[in-house]
């Protein structure tokens, strides 16, 4: 194969895609959601939860809300998104994977939790 009918083969998949994402709607939803802010723990409605990282197991799409009170200088949210870090680290330990842990700390108490898949 040349590059260039590699090149026309790749121009044409996207194309293709393009073409079944607007048939779809589904350009319209991206760029609306694109338009829109990310959600506050306020729109959450836990006021005893101050922030959370969830991760699909099935998809691996990550959500987190942004950033509020307490964590809302750099040092904080770094403080923080160290300590997912530490938290992600211990419960994936290649030599010791845990499935829950929870630790409480000077500022905050901390839970990870790895759930089962569960198939149909």
């Known amino acids: ?10 121009v044409c998949g996207i194309i293709c895609v ?15 959601s694109l338009s829109r802010r990310n959600y506050l723990m306020s729109d959450v409605g836990i006021p005893e939860i101050w922030h959370f990282i969830y991760k699909s197991r099935s998809t691996s799409q990550l959500t987190s809300p942004d950033y509020s009170a307490p964590y809302t200088s750099t ?7 160290t300590f997912y870090q530490w938290v992600h ?32």
């Not at 194969?1 to 790749?10: A, K, L």
């Not at 040092?75 to 998104?81: D, I, K, M, P």
Request: one cysteine or more.
């Open 75 to 81: 040092q904080e949210q770094t403080r923080l998104f």
């Open 1 to 10: 194969m040349t590059f260039d009918s590699v090149m026309c083969t790749r």
């Open 89 to 120: 680290n211990r419960m994936h330990s290649p030599t010791r994977a845990l499935k829950i842990l929870f630790h409480v700390g000077k500022y905050e108490s901390i839970l990870g939790w790895v759930s089962c898949l569960a198939f149909a």
């Open 18 to 32: 393009m073409q079944k994402l607007l048939r779809c709607g589904c350009c319209k939803a991206i760029n609306d």
